[in-house]
């Protein structure tokens, strides 16, 4: 039995957490500290920037509303504001190098947008748009004084994830327990990105635990995807990837442990780039993860531009030298890679995992791309699942090895409820059960065996990349509390444990009900794969973007946006 949107009504079975650390009484102490942080939220929306409250529909969270297009038919920003907000971080820079636009301008009209799109999507956290106008106009007199720019970011607007540490704000990770947090000095990525002259002006909302596929919490609350309000942004990084995809920030950076960057990317409908590790400083963000090297989190970049995904990485690794701020990073210098010819190309398509079957427009969106790919020149095959089952199980453990002991020291502070989404996350793996340091060891041990299988099928088979769904469908509707997923991480926490480079890309479709119908007579294979065949239901996933993933070798992450340009070609994308 399921409920209106697909969700399970028995979801309570699949809890394996025991000891609920929420708190009712401790979490009503906590609500004025909650209610002075949205006030603040409320005080930086700028009202001068905003649109009547009668332009936003009250039913944004029972019937689908698509703000993309309300931007380009209702047009709320004016056609100057509309035409740098559409240009690419790529295409600003070299207008502001050139004094055709200045950092102030650029800023107003990201952050006008951005606004708007606060109203309608709730993916931000916190504004400091005032602060950021000071900073616009310090490079905007360095740029006229000296004739030079700061670095290869001069005056790109940039959101950044909100568990990333910001010195003198509230960085809370999503839990309300570390509303009190504030950090004295900013994480090695902010001490980056202002080294290389990026204007930072927005912070972006992530789930409670920052384990979610989704993007809710008990601070800022849900926040909504851009093209259809039904649907969730993704998660952890889901305030990002619904900036980045209505044009609220030409750049954004988030983080990705089992799908972070990648889902938001893919649910929202723009590049993200899951990097391979130690390329991108983690240093300095909240996060329960402290310690844990089996399957370490990553950061990396969303854009709605390809060219931006490589302007990041490379600004930010030769010029930024992360290392000198992060004794994690490695300083191997980021490599240029020409756009392949496709004839040279072998990439083979994962169109199941074996686990769960995607939902019908994922499978119609791996058809059109094998077409495209292969009328191009490029072999395409199939890809057959290699251990699969094994990666996910083995993975999940990983997640919930110290038995939860650090989440639950994070919720503990303030007492407040466990939202659906965490309890499944709690429930992970062998959920409150601590491993010991051999099953630890055991678990690294089959992770090092998977790396070696897979690095011995590109190399054997000759395959330069994989193409595969990054979730089992488009955006899940997260409407229902919480429960209506996304609940299966497997094509997209495989590539963690591997810690493959991946690239989210756009095909250029979207979810259309009369086209992508439901195969009702499918048997699924397991519970799990019941659950998410459930929760499609097509007329309710109207616009959603369809976006597939691009995995290479490790460290392969130049050779990945490379081959990113050419797909771009090959589909015909704007970006």
């Not at 391979?276 to 400083?281: M, Y």
């Amino acid at each position: 039995m399921v409920g209106k949107y697909g969700s399970p009504a028995d979801i309570e079975k699949w809890y394996k957490f025991t000891d609920d650390v929420s708190d009712p009484a401790l979490f009503e102490t906590w609500k004025p500290k909650i209610k002075t942080y949205l006030e603040n939220l409320d005080k930086e929306t700028l009202k001068e920037y905003r649109v009547a409250e009668s332009e936003v529909p009250s039913d944004l969270d029972s019937k689908p509303f698509n703000f993309v297009k309300y931007l380009y038919e209702k047009k709320p920003l004016s056609d100057k504001e509309l035409e740098i907000t559409d240009l690419t971080s790529t295409e600003l820079a070299k207008k502001i190098e050139s004094k055709e636009l200045s950092s102030v301008e650029v800023l107003k009209a990201f952050a006008h947008r951005a606004i708007i799109g606060q109203q309608f999507t709730n993916f931000a956290c916190e504004f400091f748009i005032q602060e950021a106008v000071k900073r616009a106009e310090e490079l905007d007199e360095i740029l006229a004084t000296t004739g030079k720019t700061v670095g290869p970011l001069h005056g790109i607007p940039i959101s950044l994830k909100e568990q990333i540490g910001y010195a003198g704000k509230i960085t809370h990770g999503g839990w309300v327990g570390w509303l009190d947090n504030v950090p004295k000095e900013d994480a090695a990525t902010i001490k980056v990105l202002k080294k290389l002259g990026a204007v930072l002006y927005v912070r972006t909302n992530q789930p409670q635990s920052l384990m979610h596929l989704d993007s809710n919490n008990n601070i800022t609350g849900r926040s909504r995807n851009p093209y259809n309000s039904l649907l969730t942004p993704g998660g952890s990084s889901g305030g990002e990837g619904a900036c980045v995809s209505f044009g609220g920030s030409p750049l954004g950076v988030g983080t990705d442990i089992g799908g972070s960057i990648r889902a938001p990317a893919a649910f929202a409908g723009c590049w993200g780039l899951r990097p391979s590790t130690r390329r991108i400083s983690c240093l300095g963000g909240v996060s329960s993860g402290k310690g844990q090297e089996t399957v370490v989190a990553v950061a990396g970049p969303l854009s709605r531009s390809i060219d931006d995904i490589e302007l990041f990485m490379k600004s930010y690794i030769n010029e930024g030298k992360p290392w000198d701020f992060d004794p994690w990073c490695i300083p191997i210098t980021w490599r240029d890679v020409p756009v392949p010819k496709a004839s040279d190309l072998k990439i083979a398509i994962m169109y199941d995992d074996g686990i769960v079957k995607p939902h019908a427009p994922i499978t119609r969106g791996l058809k059109h791309v094998a077409e495209k790919l292969a009328a191009a020149g490029v072999e395409v095959i199939e890809f057959d699942p290699i251990r699969t089952q094994e990666a996910f199980d083995n993975v999940h453990e990983i997640y919930t090895c110290d038995g939860n002991f650090a989440q639950k020291e994070m919720l503990k502070p303030s007492g407040e409820p466990l939202l659906p989404l965490t309890k499944w996350a709690l429930s992970m793996g062998t959920g409150d059960k601590l491993l010991t340091i051999p099953e630890n060891r055991d678990l690294t041990y089959t992770r090092d065996s998977l790396r070696k299988d897979y690095l011995e099928y590109f190399v054997n088979n000759k395959v330069d990349f994989i193409i595969s769904p990054t979730y089992v469908g488009t955006a899940p509707v997260c409407v229902e509390d919480g429960i209506a997923g996304p609940y299966y991480w497997g094509y997209t926490s495989l590539w963690n444990i591997l810690d493959l480079p991946t690239l989210v890309f756009p095909t250029g479709l979207q979810q259309d009900p009369s086209i992508d119908v439901k195969d009702e007579s499918y048997k699924s294979r397991s519970e799990i794969e019941q659950l998410e065949q459930d929760k499609y239901i097509p007329e309710l996933f109207v616009d959603a973007p369809i976006n597939l993933q691009l995995t290479a070798r490790r460290y392969y992450d130049e050779e990945t946006v490379a081959a990113g340009k050419l797909i771009k070609e090959i589909l015909g994308l704007k970006n």
